[in-house]
């Protein structure tokens, strides 16, 4: 059923019972449609638009349901082909003029014609529904297929499913991170150098045993929890390139430098220089931009001899509709300051110590925030780009929500492999016990419609639950693996 928009909704169903065309309604086979009763409004929350309709296509008179749709998709992405209540559909309607497909497939796989009235409706309902596709357009959002259904599920069902689901994602990052690390150690031997855009390890990586002994440089540690801050920085847009930009510009590099004065202004250097975000032509008219253009310049040239990775492209970076704080510009100066935290500060090794002591969670959970939260200062306290001066002064770099984010990420999933490796039982209990009961300051778009959508109790909702509600949505929701999730097994059985 339309449940997205309410006015949207009446004027399609008032379209449909009023049989405003201005032409004969045909199949996309070219047959004659007759509708002889439109049915009834269907006021539940689940099931067809029209109940009991009679529709007579080519010679043949049908009697049984209507489903009226927007978009052709909204066949599959509202779930109707599982969903044994639209079994009697005998046709189905959409107002779109997009391209479809000719038919679709019930639950119990008959075919159904699929009829678009984008070109056969009045002009004035012509022009108020072409109103609504650009509003919906603009508002458009991924619908799960069992939002109008899943009602019958317990919540403690639902909710265990879901925490189930997040703690199936913490250990794909536990792998991901130990796949990493086996592949460091491996390059490290053949001296390779990264990034490398694809290699092929072969059967002597594959065959290779990997003991203890071999995770024991801290370099690599420092390395791996480097890389994975830079890409959670960068979001779903920029991600990537942040990734890239910390492989380029390893530890090995900054290590050679770090007995430097201005270490702050170098790290700055390398990193705006490499990612080739600089403008390069720095004749600007507000000074301070120009100043802080020209020192970037300057501290390269002086350091650059010693740099032989690769240089990225500033095509390749993302501003458009981010928000300014969330800037690539912004992302680089908090990471890195936590560069150096990590190079000069050994931050890695703190939060060990920090996870060997018999401490409570808070005091852990308040020592990682404290160490991830970055106050803005310096030039982009007050500039979001080179070019010009912000209006407002930022206060963060990196502000709680990022920290959380960061913490739940990479800390908790990356130390929980350490201390595995090294068979550290208290610290790894630590870790675990913290992953399981973390709970975040802020909440996501993914994690707020799946709340919505599944009827949950928003509440106070623990972070190994958020990753689950990701979980659900990107892996089972998005990709209709409806059958295969415990909640689909129940409402489209």
Not at 154 to 163: L, S, Y
Not at 209 to 227: A, G, H, R
Not at 270 to 277: E, I, P, R, T, Y
């Amino acid at each position: 059923m339309l449940k997205d928009n309410p006015i949207r909704e009446k004027l399609l169903y008032e379209i449909w019972k009023g049989k405003n065309f201005q032409i004969p309604v045909k199949t996309p086979s070219g047959q004659e449609i007759e509708i002889i009763d439109v049915g009834e409004n269907n006021k539940d929350s689940a099931g067809p638009d029209f109940l009991n309709s009679r529709i007579k296509i080519g010679n043949i008179t049908y009697q049984g349901d209507v489903e009226i749709d927007f978009r052709h998709s909204d066949w599959k992405s509202h779930g109707h082909y599982l969903d044994k209540r639209f079994n009697k559909v005998v046709l189905h309607i959409i107002f779109s003029n997009e391209k479809f497909q000719p038919y679709v497939i019930t639950q119990n796989g008959r075919k159904v014609d699929t009829v678009s009235l984008a070109n056969v409706i009045d002009d004035d309902y012509k022009s108020m529904i072409q109103q609504a596709i650009i509003s919906e357009r603009n508002h458009r959002d991924f619908t799960m297929p069992c939002s109008s259904i899943n009602g019958e599920v317990p919540q403690n069902d639902k909710m265990k499913f879901i925490t189930h689901l997040g703690i199936e994602r913490f250990q794909k990052k536990e792998k991901r991170i130990f796949d990493r690390l086996k592949e460091m150690i491996y390059l490290k031997e053949m001296n390779i150098r990264e990034p490398v855009v694809h290699y092929d390890f072969g059967e002597n990586f594959q065959n290779k045993k990997f003991s203890t002994e071999d995770f024991n440089s801290p370099l690599v540690w420092q390395q791996l929890i480097y890389e994975m801050i830079f890409e959670a920085l960068g979001y779903s847009q920029n991600k990537d390139i942040m990734l890239r930009l910390a492989k380029a510009l390893n530890l090995e590099f900054f290590s050679k430098l770090s007995e430097k004065e201005n270490i702050d202004r170098i790290i700055e250097s390398a990193m705006f220089n490499v990612s080739d975000l600089i403008p390069k032509d720095y004749s600007t008219p507000d000074e301070e931009s120009a100043e802080y253009i020209r020192s970037l310049i300057e501290t390269w040239s002086e350091i650059k001899e010693s740099y032989d990775g690769i240089y990225l492209s500033k095509q390749k970076w993302h501003f458009f509709r981010l928000r300014p704080f969330n800037f690539p510009t912004i992302r680089i100066a908090g990471g890195s300051v936590l560069l150096k935290k990590i190079l000069m500060d050994d931050l890695f090794g703190k939060i060990v110590e920090m996870f060997s002591k018999d401490e409570g969670p808070g005091k852990i959970i308040s020592y990682l925030r404290n160490i991830m939260i970055v106050k803005a200062h310096g030039f982009w306290s007050s500039h979001y780009v080179f070019e010009k001066k912000a209006k407002e002064r930022l206060k963060y770099f990196i502000g709680l929500s990022r920290a959380d984010d960061i913490i739940v990420n990479v800390i908790l999933p990356v130390f929980s492999v350490y201390f595995e490796i090294f068979r550290m039982k208290e610290e790894t209990k630590r870790v675990k016990k913290l992953s399981l009961n973390y709970i975040q300051n802020d909440s996501n778009k993914i994690v707020d419609q799946v709340v919505q959508s599944l009827n949950l109790n928003r509440g106070t909702v623990k972070s190994i639950d958020m990753q689950g509600m990701i979980e659900l949505f990107r892996y089972y929701c998005v990709k209709e693996r409806c059958k295969e999730c415990e909640i689909g097994k129940v409402v489209f059985k």
